[in-house]
């Protein structure tokens, strides 16, 4: 049994305990205790990746603008959720530097901005 294994059950009591104080649902399913439960987690990291070529420019996104993913950005953009950004980060993070290794001179990084505004 691996350490983390071992840790479990102290987790999920902590969670728990801490769920009493400042209650959350899962944004996926609406499960109690968790931002994201471990069964929409699995089903966010099974979702591929989005890529397009637009008049000659590749554009890859970390995830279709669909479902799940959607509503967790809303949640993250629109109420605060930070709680939400790991899942979508890492993802993320790991396009950034596939992007990265991947340009050559010339190659150009851009965000999207969340709105017209910026």
Known sequence: ??????????????????????PVDCVGCGRPDRALCAACRHALDAM???????????LDAAFEYT??????LLELKLRGRVDLARPLGARFGGLVRAALADAGPGAVLLRVPPSRQG
């Open 48 to 58: 591929p990746r989005r890529v397009r070529l637009v008049a000659g420019v590749r």
């Open 67 to 72: 479902g799940l993913v959607r509503t967790m």
């Open 1 to 22: 049994m691996t350490t983390r294994d071992s840790l479990r059950p102290w987790l999920d009591a902590a969670v728990a305990v801490l769920g009493l104080f400042l």
